[in-house]
C-alpha cells in the first residue's frame, strides 16, 4: 500500500510526487527508464508570462489567454485557460528552486532568455537552449531521488486499473490500485492505493510517424477508459509541422528527429523546393501561424506537387542557428546533413493529444480517487489545437492544482471506506508468445491504417475503413491478450488499439473542420460543434 501511486515519469507525475511526498508515501512507477517521456523529448520550451520585470514589457496574460483562446478554435474552456495560465509564474519559480536551469539573457543575467513559437503574439518562452525538456526531466528526477519518501519504479508497466466498478460496486466507483507487470521478473504485482494519479502521457505511437517516443502508446488513456472514465475530444491529434525527414538516413531516431517550433520563432521559414514561402499563401502569420494551419498548409503543398516533403531554411538566422540551437545541427549534421549549407528537409509528424481523460480544474477524473494530469488528461486547455510550449505549464500547474484538491477531500490519514477485497491477477493461458511476427504485424498494420486513413486530412469514407480495420485487429489483440503471457509487446498493442478506437470514434462524431480535426466531406467550422465530443464504455 502506498498513500500515493504516480503512473508516469513526465513533468505532471515528478512534480506531483515531490510535492505529495511531504504529505506521504509516494510510489512511481515507468514502464521504461526514468527519462523515457514525452517531457524528455520537448526541445522548444515551457510558455509562462513571468512577473513585471521578468518578462517582456510587451506581454501579459490576457495576450497569452487569447493566443491560447485562437489556437484552440473556439473549443479551449475559457476559465482553464485563464487558470493555467495565470498560475504559469509561480510553477516556473517551483521549477527553478528543483534545479532546473533556464537560458539567462546574455545582457543580463537576472533576466531569462525568452523564445517565441507559433501562435505566439510575444516572446515567453523559457528555454534550455534547445533541449528544454531533458533540462526539466533530469532536474526532477534528481529531487525525488533525494527524498525518502519518494520510490521510483523504472520497468514497471500498469496493466489496468483497479477500482471498485470493475469488481462489482457499482454504487460506489472508486479507485483501488493497479495491476502491474514487473518487467525484468514478468511478476504480475497488485499495487493498493486509494489516490492514483495519471501521468502517462499521450498517444503518437498509434501513427507511423511521430515525433514521440517508443514509450507514447496511449496506456493511461486505454486504461481509463477500460474502467468507464469519460474520454473527450480525441479526435484532435496535433501534427507538428517540422518533422526531419531524409529517407537516406537509418534508425527510428532519425525518421522522428523533432526540429523545434522555436527554430521559426527565432526567424527560420517554410519554403517549398523553388525557395517559396508557401505558408504565406494560407495564413498572414507564414511559418508563425498555428500548427494546425502550418501542418495542413504543409499536407496540402506536398500533394499539389508530389514532393517528399518541403524544407525548412535556417538562413535567416546565421550562425545564431547553431549557437542557439546546438542539439537539433549536431544531430542533422549525424544525420548527414547540414542546416547551415542547405534547408532542412521536413514534414508533419503525430506530436501530441489535445484531448484525454476528462477532468476538471484539480485533476479529478469521473472515478473518485482517480486523477489525471499533463497529456493524458483534457481540461479544456488546448481545445482543437495546441499553443506551443503550453503542455509542459498546463503538467506543472495541474499537478499542483490535483495535490491541492487530494488534500481537501482524502488527505493521507483519513479513513478511507474499506473496498472489497482484491483478486489475484488472472491473465490468460500462460503460455509465451509463440509468433512474434503476428504481434509485430499488427502493430505496423494499426500505425499504417491511422497514418493512411486518420491523419491531417480526413473523410467519412476514410474513417469507415480504419474502423473496420480497427475492429479486425481488436479482435487479434484479444486473442494474444487472453492466450498468452503477458508482455510489454502484448499491453502496448492492446492499448494502441484501444487508444486508435477512441480517436476514429471520436472523429466520425464531429461533422466539421476545427483545428487538427480536418475533414473534406465537412470543410467548415460549425457553430453546433462549438462543445466537446465525449465517449465512455458502459
Given at each position: 500500500m502506498t498513500d500515493f501511486l504516480v503512473i508516469g515519469s513526465g513533468i505532471a507525475g515528478l512534480s506531483f510526487a515531490i510535492k505529495a511526498a511531504k504529505f506521504g508515501t509516494v510510489t512511481v512507477i515507468t514502464k521504461g527508464n526514468l527519462l523515457e517521456s514525452n517531457t524528455a523529448w520537448a526541445q522548444g520550451g515551457i510558455s509562462a508570462v513571468l512577473p513585471e520585470g521578468l518578462r517582456d514589457p510587451d506581454d501579459d496574460c490576457a495576450k497569452h489567454i487569447a493566443d491560447t483562446l485562437d489556437a484552440g478554435a473556439g473549443l479551449c474552456h475559457e476559465d482553464a485557460v485563464r487558470i493555467i495560465v495565470g498560475e504559469g509564474a509561480e510553477t516556473i519559480l517551483e521549477l527553478v528552486t528543483w534545479g532546473?536551469?533556464?537560458?539567462?539573457?546574455?545582457?543580463?543575467?537576472?533576466?531569462?532568455?525568452?523564445?517565441?513559437?507559433?501562435?505566439?503574439?510575444?516572446?515567453?518562452?523559457?528555454?534550455?537552449?534547445?533541449?528544454?525538456?531533458?533540462?526539466?526531466?533530469t532536474s526532477l528526477i534528481e529531487t525525488a531521488k533525494e527524498h525518502p519518501n519518494i520510490t521510483l519504479l523504472e520497468g514497471h508497466y500498469a496493466i489496468d486499473l483497479i477500482t471498485t466498478g470493475k469488481l462489482g460496486s457499482v454504487t460506489d466507483d472508486r479507485i483501488l490500485g493497479a495491476y502491474v507487470l514487473e518487467t525484468a521478473t514478468g511478476e504480475v504485482k497488485t499495487m493498493e492505493s486509494p489516490r492514483v494519479i495519471l501521468a502517462t502521457g499521450g498517444c503518437g505511437k498509434t501513427y507511423l510517424y511521430t515525433t514521440n517516443p517508443d514509450s507514447a502508446t496511449g496506456d493511461g488513456l486505454a486504461m481509463s477508459w477500460r474502467v468507464g472514465a469519460s474520454i473527450a475530444n480525441m479526435e484532435f491529434i496535433q501534427f507538428h509541422p517540422t518533422c526531419f525527414?531524409?529517407?537516406?538516413?537509418?534508425?527510428?531516431?532519425?525518421?522522428?528527429?523533432?526540429?523545434?517550433?522555436?527554430?521559426?520563432?527565432?526567424?527560420?521559414?517554410?519554403?517549398?523546393?523553388?525557395?517559396?514561402?508557401?505558408?504565406?499563401?494560407?495564413?498572414?502569420?507564414?511559418?508563425?501561424?498555428?500548427?494546425?494551419?502550418?501542418?495542413?498548409?504543409?499536407?496540402?503543398?506536398?500533394?499539389?506537387?508530389?514532393?517528399?516533403?518541403?524544407?525548412?531554411?535556417v538562413s535567416p538566422l546565421g550562425e545564431h542557428f547553431a549557437e542557439r540551437f546546438p542539439f537539433i545541427h549536431e544531430t542533422l549534421l549525424s544525420f548527414g546533413h547540414n542546416a547551415l549549407e542547405k534547408p532542412i528537409p521536413v514534414v508533419p509528424a503525430a506530436h501530441y493529444q489535445c484531448g484525454g481523460v476528462v477532468?476538471?480544474?484539480?485533476?479529478?477524473?469521473?472515478?473518485?480517487?482517480?486523477?489525471?494530469?499533463?497529456?493524458?488528461?483534457?481540461?479544456?486547455?488546448?481545445?482543437?489545437?495546441?499553443?506551443?510550449?503550453?503542455?509542459?505549464?498546463?503538467?506543472?500547474?495541474?499537478?499542483?492544482?490535483?495535490?491541492?484538491?487530494?488534500?481537501?477531500?482524502y488527505p493521507p490519514g483519513k479513513e478511507v471506506p474499506p473496498?472489497?477485497?482484491?483478486?489475484?491477477?488472472?491473465?490468460?493461458?500462460?503460455?509465451?508468445?509463440?509468433?512474434?511476427?503476428?504481434?509485430?504485424?499488427?502493430?505496423?498494420?494499426?500505425?499504417?491504417?491511422?497514418?493512411?486513413?486518420?491523419?491531417?486530412?480526413?473523410?467519412?469514407?476514410?474513417?469507415?475503413?480504419?474502423?473496420?480495420?480497427?475492429?479486425n485487429l481488436r479482435r487479434e489483440v484479444k486473442e494474444f491478450y487472453w492466450g498468452h503471457t503477458v508482455t510489454p509487446d502484448i499491453l502496448e498493442l492492446r492499448n494502441l488499439v484501444a487508444t486508435a478506437s477512441i480517436i476514429i470514434d471520436s472523429a466520425l462524431l464531429r461533422k466539421e473542420s476545427r483545428g487538427s480535426h480536418h475533414t473534406l466531406d465537412y470543410p467548415e467550422k460549425e457553430e453546433r460543434f462549438d462543445q466537446d465530443t465525449v465517449l465512455r464504455r458502459f
Open positions: 532546473t536551469e533556464f537560458d539567462r539573457d546574455e545582457h543580463d543575467e537576472e533576466r531569462y532568455s525568452l523564445g517565441k513559437e507559433g501562435g505566439h503574439s510575444e516572446r515567453r518562452i523559457l528555454h534550455a537552449k534547445d533541449t528544454t525538456g531533458r533540462e526539466i526531466a525527414y531524409n529517407p537516406a538516413a537509418t534508425g527510428p531516431e532519425a525518421r522522428s528527429f523533432l526540429v523545434s517550433e522555436a527554430v521559426r520563432g527565432e526567424g527560420a521559414v517554410l519554403v517549398n523546393d523553388e525557395g517559396h514561402e508557401f505558408v504565406n499563401d494560407h495564413d498572414p502569420r507564414g511559418s508563425l501561424a498555428p500548427r494546425d494551419i502550418v501542418a495542413r498548409a504543409i499536407d496540402t503543398e506536398i500533394k499539389r506537387t508530389g514532393a517528399s516533403c518541403v524544407f525548412l531554411d477532468t476538471d480544474l484539480q485533476g479529478k477524473t469521473t472515478i473518485r480517487g482517480l486523477y489525471a494530469v499533463g497529456e493524458v488528461a483534457c481540461t479544456g486547455l488546448h481545445g482543437a489545437n495546441r499553443l506551443a510550449s503550453n503542455s509542459l505549464l498546463e503538467g506543472n500547474v495541474m499537478a499542483r492544482r490535483a495535490l491541492a484538491e487530494i488534500m481537501r477531500l473496498g472489497p477485497e482484491i483478486p489475484e491477477w488472472e491473465s490468460g493461458n500462460a503460455a509465451p508468445p509463440d509468433e512474434l511476427v503476428n504481434i509485430y504485424h499488427a502493430w505496423d498494420e494499426l500505425r499504417r491504417t491511422m497514418q493512411d486513413y486518420v491523419s491531417i486530412v480526413r473523410t467519412d469514407n476514410r474513417l469507415r475503413r480504419a474502423a473496420y480495420r480497427l475492429k
